[in-house]
């Protein structure tokens, strides 16, 4: 995140300067005594910056390097200028790691000139307290099946992680990405209610989560569906 990334006119001398500033000044950008680096790519926005540092611990604490390098806006060109600034530090040994969602597959194997594998990855905003829901695309045909246990391994421990084609990435994102904010405004809605029925804001808040936990562990556990347990809460004739 830099607010040297405002246009294209620059972009890539804005990038060299802060790849610079984050590795320290008069250090070159290198990466070849690693044997396994991870380059996380990510776009900054509300809650995906804790989610990257999450997500960068974990991997890191699975003996990884990496650098993570985070865009304020989604545009390609800025992507495209990003991967073109460490292209020439990336090989076989190294996996570009991407979160950002309008990116796609193929344009990131471009980015990176076919040198290193390439992964798509997209979480969503639970991963911060451990509960995150992951997909990863595997369908960059470099991507060796060790790299790719390792990676899944790693995303399965900060939550549920399954693996996807590039195709079914819109649908994830559109269900599972986002689908928290519309558990979220669920919520809302039941405070006010809770609210206006009298109770104290902080009470009716710790009711509803404790509720909603505890639905999402009944559904889990118990594999019926969801029409059948709703219909176990609804009472007979109303």
Do not use: Y
């Amino acid at each position: 995140k830099d607010d040297r990334l405002k246009s294209r006119d620059d972009t890539e001398i804005a990038i060299r300067e802060i790849i610079s500033d984050m590795i320290g000044e008069g250090e070159p950008l290198n990466l070849s005594t690693t044997p396994s680096v991870i380059l996380v790519i990510g776009v900054n926005g509300a809650g995906k910056t804790t989610s990257i540092g999450k997500i960068s611990n974990r991997l890191r604490q699975e003996g990884n390097k990496v650098v993570v390098l985070m865009l304020d806006r989604s545009a390609s060109t800025f992507m495209e200028a990003m991967l073109e600034e460490i292209r020439p530090v990336l090989d076989s040994s190294k996996t570009v790691l991407s979160l950002a969602a309008a990116f796609s597959q193929e344009k990131l194997m471009q980015g990176v000139g076919n040198l290193c594998p390439v992964v798509r990855t997209m979480p969503n905003l639970p991963v911060i307290v451990g509960k995150g829901v992951f997909a990863l695309c595997f369908d960059d045909p470099s991507l060796s099946e060790a790299r790719k246990a390792e990676l899944l391994g790693v995303f399965q421990k900060l939550g549920m992680a399954v693996v996807l084609p590039e195709r079914l990435f819109p649908a994830f994102t559109s269900l599972v990405g986002c689908g928290p904010a519309f558990v979220f405004l669920f919520m809302e809605g039941l405070l006010n209610a809770g609210i206006t029925m009298g109770l104290k804001a902080s009470d009716s808040r710790e009711l509803i989560a404790a509720m909603v936990e505890g639905t999402a562990r009944l559904a889990l556990e118990s594999g019926e569906s969801f029409a059948d347990l709703r219909v176990k809460v609804c009472s007979p004739a109303g």
